[in-house]
């Protein structure tokens, strides 16, 4: 699957932003879906999963009550709604997929990723 993320930007503290990943060549409701983000010299940070079929969502307790993650199939697009950001959220944001029906938090279990959007939220 080939994907596409866009929505990223500069907001302040405390504001929102809605990031979005179209996807091709497959549909999303066969894989496990995730969004990931990075900043400069870290690895790459799980953020928040959405499972195929049943849509069981999981979040890093680092953004749980302010992100959610959602997957619209008929658009086969996943989101990533961010509320309340920090200035910690600042971060390249990158969406990835695997064709598997299991809970996957681990940079190496996703065989497709997007080519990441930037996020900046200034104070």
């Known amino acids: 699957v080939q994907l596409q993320a866009s929505g990223g930007g500069l907001v302040q503290t405390g504001g929102s932003l809605r990031l979005s990943c179209a996807a091709s060549?497959?549909?999303?409701?066969?894989?496990?879906t995730a969004w990931f983000r990075q900043t400069p010299g870290k690895e790459r940070e799980f953020v928040a999963a959405?499972?195929?079929?049943?849509?069981?969502?999981y979040y890093a307790d680092s953004v749980k009550g302010r992100f959610t993650i959602s997957r619209h199939n008929a658009k086969n697009t996943l989101y990533l709604q961010m509320n309340n950001l920090k200035s910690e959220d600042t971060a390249v944001y990158y969406c990835?997929?695997?064709?598997?029906?299991?809970?996957?938090?681990?940079?190496?279990?996703?065989?497709?990723w997007g080519q990441g959007t930037q996020v900046t939220v200034s104070s």
């Open positions: 990835a997929a695997a064709r598997r029906g299991i809970l996957l938090t681990r940079e190496a279990d996703f065989t497709s």
């Open positions: 060549g497959d549909t999303l409701i066969s894989c496990t």
């Open positions: 959405i499972l195929r079929t049943s849509s069981t969502t």
